[in-house]
């Protein structure tokens, strides 16, 4: 990873300093780059959420070979985590590598690893074309995420998204907020629950919201019809001072844990802190910006590489909490 990240830095400087922890300080207010909106606070506090947890360590157990792999939304995956979608390499990475080239190692590397990739959206038109052109070469194994886009616009991308054969479609309801997007005659809005249950039923597949905070989104996001939902705060790029994900996924979980399938992001950078997250509550979890420094460093040998350093972490953290299986972590192994 060491060399991933090198080249990485070199090619998105600029852009992301790729420092040696993630965590929002020096790029704050870097938005187009990869920091988080105006103090930055909103993408530190996903960080710091995280970070305030700490773990039981026991061993006094069996677990010896535990069991990583989890299944959700028809998926058999080789540990719960899934690449977060994120586009515009010319605005937020420097444009040294194409937006073909990003998304093709981002689904091509999850698919090796026995993961799923997720795909972004937005302007130009070329995000969301490369991503659905690599999901479709993969035979669907990837997720599109479409933004809230108004009207004709939305229909044709989620039309366009299921044509590409993906397993599932997303919305990630979270960049409601991005005024750039109306200034530039592409307006994306907020949507009510009767106008989500309108766009599921349309959609006509697995559907996914992603930018639940509260446990009343989470229960409106059920009553519309979706299958799984994401608490995220879009990497706190949207909104500046909002708690961080780790902070808000307890209370969500325990409202809806059962009737949907519960993903989270936001400050996610090892395998402890996948775990973590599990026993927050969540069923998986999504990773952003290190996948995309991974992407960025080294193409599909890139992400491969971070996803198995992923799964040792998971492993070895799994191994020294005594935690057998993903698919069932107790909140015990959590320092209360």
């Avoid at 080249?7 to 965590?23: E, H, I, K, Y």
């Avoid at 937005?122 to 035979?139: D, F, N, S, W, Y």
């Amino acid at each position: 990873m060491r060399e991933i990240r090198k080249t990485a830095r070199d090619l998105m400087t600029g852009f992301c300093r790729v420092c040696p922890v993630c965590n929002g300080k020096v790029c704050a207010g870097e938005v187009p780059g990869m920091g988080g909106l105006g103090t930055g606070s909103a993408f530190m506090s996903n960080v710091n959420a995280l970070a305030k947890r700490t773990f039981t360590m026991r061993l006094m157990h069996d677990v010896v070979s535990p069991d990583t792999s989890v299944s959700l939304l028809g998926m058999n995956l080789a540990m719960p985590v899934l690449a977060a979608p994120i586009g515009g390499i010319a605005f937020n990475m420097g444009g040294k590598r194409t937006e073909e080239e990003y998304i093709t190692a981002i689904i091509e590397g999850c698919v090796a690893s026995g993961i799923i990739g997720c795909t972004g959206d937005g302007v130009p038109p070329i995000i969301h074309e490369a991503g659905l052109a690599a999901i479709a070469r993969a035979q669907g194994q990837g997720i599109p995420f479409i933004k809230p886009w108004e009207d004709q616009e939305l229909y044709e991308k989620l039309a366009k998204a299921k044509d590409s054969g993906a397993i599932a479609i997303g919305m990630d309801i979270d960049a409601a907020g991005l005024v750039t997007l109306r200034k530039m005659g592409r307006p994306v809005s907020p949507k009510s629950v009767e106008a989500m249950r309108e766009i599921i039923s349309k959609t006509g597949t697995q559907f996914i919201i992603k930018g639940i905070m509260n446990v009343e989104d989470a229960e409106l996001a059920i009553q519309a019809g979706a299958k799984a939902i994401v608490v995220s705060n879009h990497g706190g790029r949207v909104l500046d001072h909002t708690p961080g994900t780790a902070d808000v996924l307890p209370q969500i979980a325990q409202a809806v844990k059962g009737k949907t399938t519960i993903l989270v992001d936001g400050g996610i950078r090892t395998g402890g802190d996948v775990l973590k997250m599990l026993a927050l509550g969540a069923d998986a979890v999504l990773i952003g910006r290190p996948f995309s420094i991974a992407a960025m460093g080294g193409l599909t040998q890139g992400v491969t590489t971070y996803a198995q350093t992923l799964h040792t972490e998971l492993t070895q953290a799994m191994v020294m909490t005594g935690t057998a299986s993903a698919a069932q972590v107790s909140p015990s192994i959590l320092h209360s």
